[in-house]
């Protein structure tokens, strides 16, 4: 069994930025994609970042290319969000999820491809 545990998310201003970790435990980290999907209220969840296990595929959702930047550190078995430039609409439930199926291309930024996933945490920008 796999467990993932987000954390740094939080209460910042637009144009502030948080840093967002994603932990996971239990069965083996290795060779599995990793994502973060966020959902604001009353929306469909939807997909944010993407990065393959060794790193030489990397997916952003348009509206946060150049802000938003994803990184893992394998060997501490954690995925990261860096998020620059923040804006209210970025206000959401923000999840990490990982997948052992290692979509590419358009089927990475489908949650369906992903097999765990975290309980997720708040981000809230303020106008």
């Known amino acids: 069994q796999v467990q993932l545990v987000e954390s740094g998310g939080g209460l910042v201003q637009a144009g502030g930025s948080l840093r967002l970790s994603c932990a996971a435990s239990?069965?083996?980290?290795?060779?599995?994609?990793a994502a973060w999907f966020r959902q604001a209220p009353e929306k469909e969840r939807e997909f944010v970042a993407a990065?393959?296990?060794?790193?030489?595929?990397?997916y952003y959702a348009d509206s946060v290319v150049g802000r938003f930047t994803i990184s893992r550190d394998n060997a501490k078995n954690t995925v990261y969000l860096q998020m620059d430039t923040l804006k209210p609409e970025d206000t959401a439930i923000y999840y990490c999820?990982?997948?052992?199926?290692?979509?590419?291309?358009?089927?990475?930024?489908?949650?369906?491809?992903?097999?765990?996933w975290g309980q997720g945490t708040q981000v809230t920008v303020s106008s």
């Open positions: 239990g069965r083996a980290f290795t060779n599995r994609h």
């Open positions: 999820a990982q997948s052992s199926f290692r979509p590419i291309g358009s089927p990475a930024r489908l949650p369906g491809p992903y097999d765990y």
């Open positions: 990065l393959s296990w060794f790193r030489d595929s990397t």
